[in-house]
């Protein structure tokens, strides 16, 4: 089997449990989540984090989200731009969303103002799949490979406890991140 097909197999049962997860437990899987990352030094002192709008299951930083607006941080969001680069922007107020690609709940651009991603200090990183060494498996559109090899910013990585698997297929572009961060527990990546 290639490692394509390796991922693909591992993205289609993940997805599966995302899906069918109890939404009750997963909300309150999500909070706790939502506060290991803000306990992160490196998320109190971040002054620009990126976040995402959760879809299909996926944890929901909304928590992580209202924190940083709070306390006076700016939330930057990922806005899909074709050949597979993402466009960081700022939105005017967490109202100034549309229905993007992928059906995703993305920042208006015309509400919103675009960031570099050397202005990122954190990233708040959604994946399929993660390891203790902080590996990740996206959803496959390489959006995030990219944006990491463009910023020296932390990547958090956040996941529910069954998206930790002892290993997974990685190819050269496949990017590490500093942490993961699941409702059990937080791996920091060795460096």
């Given at each position: 089997?290639t490692?394509?097909?390796q991922?693909?197999?591992?993205?289609?049962k993940?997805r599966s449990?995302r899906?069918?997860?109890d939404?009750?437990a997963?909300?309150e899987?999500s909070?706790?989540?939502?506060?290991r990352?803000?306990a992160?030094?490196?998320?109190?002192?971040?002054?620009v984090?990126?976040?995402?709008?959760?879809a299909?299951?996926?944890?929901d930083?909304?928590?992580?989200?209202?924190?940083?607006?709070?306390?006076?941080k700016?939330?930057?969001f990922?806005?899909?731009?074709?050949?597979?680069g993402?466009k960081?922007?700022i939105?005017?107020?967490?109202?100034?969303f549309?229905v993007?690609?992928?059906?995703?709940?993305?920042p208006?651009p015309d509400?919103?103002?675009?960031?570099?991603?050397?202005?990122l200090?954190l990233?708040?990183?959604?994946a399929?799949?993660?390891?203790?060494?902080c590996a990740?498996?996206?959803?496959?559109?390489?959006?995030?490979?990219?944006?990491?090899a463009?910023?020296?910013a932390c990547?958090?990585?956040?996941?529910?406890?069954f998206?930790?698997?002892p290993?997974l297929?990685t190819?050269s572009?496949?990017r590490?991140l500093?942490y993961v961060?699941l409702?059990?527990?937080?791996f920091k990546h060795?460096e």
């Amino acid at each position: 089997m290639t490692i394509a097909e390796q991922k693909a197999e591992i993205r289609k049962k993940l997805r599966s449990m995302r899906r069918e997860q109890d939404r009750y437990a997963a909300a309150e899987a999500s909070d706790l989540i939502c506060k290991r990352v803000m306990a992160l030094d490196e998320y109190k002192n971040a002054g620009v984090i990126l976040a995402y709008m959760a879809a299909r299951g996926e944890v929901d930083v909304g928590e992580l989200v209202r924190d940083a607006v709070s306390s006076g941080k700016k939330a930057a969001f990922p806005l899909c731009i074709e050949n597979g680069g993402l466009k960081l922007l700022i939105p005017e107020s967490l109202d100034s969303f549309t229905v993007g690609a992928y059906g995703i709940l993305e920042p208006d651009p015309d509400k919103s103002t675009e960031i570099s991603p050397k202005e990122l200090d954190l990233i708040i990183v959604p994946a399929v799949a993660y390891t203790e060494c902080c590996a990740r498996l996206g959803q496959g559109g390489g959006y995030y490979d990219r944006l990491l090899a463009k910023t020296d910013a932390c990547s958090v990585g956040v996941g529910f406890d069954f998206q930790l698997l002892p290993s997974l297929p990685t190819e050269s572009h496949d990017r590490p991140l500093d942490y993961v961060v699941l409702p059990s527990n937080v791996f920091k990546h060795a460096e």
